[in-house]
């Protein structure tokens, strides 16, 4: 398995602890961001400056799932997962040249590296910025 495949693995199972645990700060207007923030066994790190994939065109449908200001819609999360994977899709080609995708996800310390998904909102042209759900979520306890 390839650190590539290790990651579509944990997703998988990281949009079912979101379905689990939704974030009630989502609207339509907002920030989500997925990064990626990769350690490996030998200590080395990559992945924190430009590993992030922005899904924000799942906030609307994340917020109609949740029930924000109504009813939840639990038939609109397979909708959610969608864009999220179609996001990490682009990620993925849009990266297609990092070796950090190709190595051996043996080299992972799965302790340690994760997810952050944030939802956020940027306002004042980035002279404020206001977090409102901020949640990591470790490969070691997606891949069990």
Not at 62 to 79: K, R
Not at 88 to 114: C, G, H, S, V
């Amino acid at each position: 398995m390839l650190v590539k495949d290790q990651i579509i693995d944990a997703l998988d199972k990281a949009l079912k602890e979101l379905q689990t645990n939704p974030p009630a700060e989502v609207y339509s207007d907002c920030n989500f961001d997925w990064d990626i923030n990769i350690v490996f066994k030998d200590g080395s790190v990559d992945g924190y400056d430009d590993f992030c994939v922005e899904c924000y065109d799942a906030s609307p449908t994340l917020e109609t799932a949740i029930g924000v200001g109504g009813q939840p819609d639990p038939e609109s999360w397979p909708d959610v997962f969608e864009i999220i994977k179609s996001n990490f899709d682009y990620f993925f080609d849009e990266m297609k040249d990092r070796e950090i995708l190709t190595q051996p996800a043996e080299l992972l310390d799965l302790d340690k590296t994760n997810f952050f998904v944030k939802i956020y909102e940027v306002v004042d042209d980035g002279a404020d910025v206001f977090k409102y759900f901020l949640q990591p979520y470790y490969f070691t306890d997606l891949i069990k």
